[in-house]
Every structure is written in C-alpha cells, then in structure tokens.
C-alpha cells in the first residue's frame, strides 16, 4: 500500500504540473517522529500500547494552483523500524498514514506558511508469515482505519528553490481500537524544492 501511495501521489502531481506550468509544485522528503498518548489497560485487562516513538520517513508533494496560495496535498510517512505489539517479540508490527490535503500556503521572500486540512487512513502492518492471496504473496496483514488529519509547516528557502520545513501533523484516527487513543501527532522536518510558481531570489 505504501507503494501504491506513492506512486499515486506523485504522479497525479507531475501530470498536473507539466499541464499548467504557471502553477506551482512542491516535493520533499521528511524524517521525524509520532507522540501519543501513553499505553493504557482496557475494560478486559489488556494493555492497549501507545503510537508514540519511533523514526518515520516521509514524502510529501503538492500543486499549488489557485492564485498562487490554495491547491492540494498529499503525504505517507512510516515507522522505519518494526515495533513489538504491547512488548510481545512475535507480534512485530509497522504503523504506516497516508493523506490528501486542501493546502493553503503565501510567500513572504524566502519564508512560505502553510497549512492543511484532509482525510487518509493509518495502516498497521501486522507481520506473519508469508501468506498468498489473489494479488499475490505478502508477509503481512493489514488493519486500516480511516483518519482525519491536520498539519501546517514553514517552509525556509536555503538555496534557490531548495527548501528546509518544519512541519506537524495530528491525525484524528477513527476505531483505532488496537492502540490507547485514536490520535496521534508527528513532527519532524522535511528537505524539498519547489518547481514553478514565479518564484524569484
């Protein structure tokens, strides 16, 4: 799955930039890591582990296409490594989001705010051993919720067109009945460069 979202990210933002060259496209890659509220135990005794920790990379792109400052947005990001379901070794698992955004960002010189809003899902990748279906073999299941998400982030241009971002993002989790909440919220900071847009230092 987190193939496919990427591919349909960037494609989607390539096609719509070679069309409208006046418009403006951002691309980035990210590092950085997810807090959460912390492991509870529920009405049955079970501890429910927390989100929280982690490394996540994570790319990014948008298409900037309305009077300079309005255009839409998507993203994933993952846990780099694999983590162990309530500290239990043979449930390893890997939390992967992914959204689309409407996006609302302005240049002011080298600093550019922006801010989103959008709907995606979170993706636990529970690992197995190795099971085949009709789409062929994988080493893992997947538990998928659907989840709101909020972000914002500022842009600095360092170089050119080349930008460094600090960014977070909240993600409003729905059902997200195998961790202690369904929200959690990732900061981090992104590498990118921006294509088209007039853009002039």
């Given at each position: 799955?987190?193939?496919?979202?990427?591919?349909?990210?960037?494609?989607?933002?390539?096609?719509?930039?070679?069309?409208?060259?006046?418009?403006?496209?951002?691309?980035?890659?990210?590092?950085?890591?997810?807090?959460?509220?912390?492991?509870?135990?529920?009405?049955?005794?079970?501890?429910?582990?927390?989100?929280?920790?982690?490394?996540?990379?994570?790319?990014?792109?948008?298409?900037?296409?309305?009077?300079?400052?309005?255009?839409?947005?998507?993203?994933v990001a993952?846990?780099?490594?694999?983590?162990?379901?309530?500290?239990?070794?043979?449930?390893?698992?890997?939390?992967?989001?992914?959204?689309?955004?409407?996006?609302?960002?302005?240049?002011?010189?080298?600093?550019?705010?922006?801010?989103?809003?959008?709907?995606?899902?979170?993706?636990?990748?529970?690992?197995?051993?190795?099971?085949?279906?009709?789409?062929?073999?994988?080493?893992?299941?997947?538990s998928n919720?659907?989840?709101?998400?909020?972000?914002?982030?500022?842009?600095?241009?360092?170089?050119?067109?080349?930008?460094?971002?600090?960014?977070?993002?909240?993600?409003?989790?729905?059902?997200?009945?195998?961790?202690?909440?369904?929200?959690?919220?990732?900061?981090?900071?992104?590498?990118?460069?921006?294509?088209?847009?007039?853009?002039?230092?």
């Amino acid at each position: 799955m987190k193939k496919i979202a990427l591919v349909g990210i960037f494609s989607a933002l390539v096609t719509i930039a070679g069309t409208a060259r006046a418009q403006q496209m951002d691309v980035a890659f990210g590092m950085g890591t997810v807090s959460a509220p912390a492991t509870k135990i529920n009405s049955q005794g079970f501890p429910l582990p927390s989100l929280r920790g982690g490394a996540y990379p994570s790319f990014s792109g948008d298409f900037i296409f309305y009077k300079g400052q309005v255009g839409i947005n998507g993203e994933v990001a993952w846990r780099a490594s694999r983590s162990f379901y309530a500290g239990d070794p043979t449930q390893p698992y890997r939390p992967l989001f992914y959204d689309f955004n409407g996006i609302w960002t302005r240049r002011y010189g080298r600093v550019s705010p922006e801010a989103m809003a959008g709907i995606g899902a979170e993706s636990i990748r529970i690992y197995t051993s190795i099971s085949c279906g009709f789409s062929g073999c994988t080493n893992y299941v997947s538990s998928n919720h659907f989840m709101g998400h909020f972000g914002g982030g500022l842009k600095l241009y360092v170089s050119g067109n080349f930008f460094v971002r600090p960014e977070a993002q909240l993600y409003l989790v729905r059902n997200n009945i195998e961790f202690s909440s369904g929200r959690a919220a990732r900061y981090g900071i992104s590498i990118g460069y921006t294509m088209g847009g007039g853009l002039k230092y």
